[in-house]
């Protein structure tokens, strides 16, 4: 998530195309991690009844946002600051700061036999 809001900030103060397309990558490599883990989490948290339903819209967001942003930047505007300020940098920030509120995975500490505090966690959601 580090990587990812780097390279957004320097990606809005760049001027050379190839150190765009250098941080693009970059962003673009992070996203992949992020989302997995981000994914996998929230699938272990769900009651088995709800996982596939909302995995399946959550993948149908996670794949209709950049051809939202496709037809956006054809017919509305080219002005691309906003977007990204919007959805990659105070996105990230908003990850970082709930990374220290939001406790490990119930599941895992299961698995660990750490049981009160994968009830703490239980409770917490």
Do not use: H
Request: net charge neutral; hydrophobic share 55%; aromatic share 16%.
């Amino acid at each position: 998530m580090i990587m990812q809001l780097g390279a957004t900030i320097a990606m809005n103060f760049t001027t050379s195309v190839t150190a765009l397309i250098v941080l693009q990558f970059i962003f673009g490599a992070a996203c992949v991690g992020t989302r997995a883990i981000d994914f996998l989490y929230l699938m272990d948290l769900l009651p088995k009844a709800w996982q596939v339903p909302v995995g399946s819209v959550l993948n149908f967001i996670d794949t209709s946002l950049p051809a939202i942003g496709v037809v956006y930047f054809w017919k509305i505007s080219k002005e691309w600051t906003w977007w990204a300020i919007t959805f990659c940098e105070v996105g990230s920030l908003l990850v970082i700061v709930g990374l220290f509120f939001i406790p490990e995975s119930p599941k895992y500490l299961l698995c660990k036999k750490r049981y009160d505090e994968a009830r703490a966690a239980v409770n917490f959601f």
